[in-house]
């Protein structure tokens, strides 16, 4: 299953397929992103970051793709597992922004059917 | 390790009222950022401590004030309550460094509701 970002907010797949959850960033010159997963009654739960110099970066079942031309940035969630329902919130850190200022997107939830 | 903990869990006030929130970020961590979180939407930066000082600032009135202590633990204070400062209160920490991007990691938030 995929997502378009902000315009398609929710997401649902089923157990076992592949996910792939999308992001439109706000800013060309921003240099760093992260991705976090929010479950209900929870704060953002840190998955993978990526640095501009990059255009992939690859965890644990997840891989994110960086794609500057467009200011796209995409996750990917192999073989998703019930316990990956929550929503997925894209940071950027925009550039002049001293310390770890980050902005974050509306978010997509993710429901994964059994 | 302990993560990132904030105190109260949960809160309710009244419009008028003030209102002192509290974090304790990730051992190693010497920076702290405090967020809100409306229901349905994304953090949304509110200010950030390093070193006892406010660093950066978001666009939030002045209302809404911190503090970080000697020990990088730090409060969040909201003065004069309005009905829309019902939110989540999010806590984020992470270690300052020179042309080094970190990751932030966050606490589970305190919910706010203003009657």
């Known amino acids: 299953g995929e997502s378009v970002g902000l315009h398609l907010p929710t997401l649902s797949v089923q157990e076992g397929d592949n996910s792939i959850i999308n992001c439109a960033y706000s800013?060309?010159?921003?240099?760093?992103f992260i991705w976090y997963k929010q479950e209900s009654g929870k704060g953002p739960q840190f998955i993978i970051d990526?640095?501009?110099?990059?255009d992939k970066r690859q965890g644990q079942r997840v891989t994110v793709l960086l794609n500057k031309t467009v200011k796209h940035l995409s996750l990917q969630i192999a073989a998703t597992q019930p316990g990956d329902s929550a929503v997925y919130f894209c940071?950027?850190?925009?550039?002049?922004?001293?310390?770890?200022?980050?902005?974050f997107g509306t978010g997509t939830s993710l429901t994964v059917i059994p | 390790d302990a993560g990132v903990t904030q105190s109260p869990t949960h809160l309710i006030k009244t419009r008028g009222q003030q209102v002192t929130l509290r974090c304790s970020p990730k051992?190693?961590?010497?920076?702290v950022s405090w967020y809100q979180q409306a229901l349905g939407q994304g953090p949304q930066f509110i200010f950030q401590?390093?070193?006892?000082?406010?660093?950066q600032r978001g666009n939030f009135p002045d209302r809404f004030s911190g503090h970080q202590f000697p020990n990088y633990s730090s409060e969040l204070n909201v003065n004069a309550l309005l009905l829309g400062d019902s939110a989540l209160y999010l806590c984020?920490?992470?270690?300052?460094?020179?042309?080094?991007?970190?990751?932030?990691?966050f606490g589970d938030g305190t919910r706010l509701s203003i009657l």
């Open positions: 990526i640095r501009s110099n990059m």
């Open positions: 051992s190693g961590h010497d920076t």
């Open positions: 800013n060309s010159a921003s240099d760093y």
């Open positions: 401590y390093y070193e006892e000082e406010e660093r």
């Open positions: 940071a950027e850190k925009k550039p002049k922004a001293t310390g770890n200022q980050f902005y």
């Open positions: 984020a920490s992470s270690l300052r460094g020179q042309g080094i991007r970190q990751p932030q990691h």
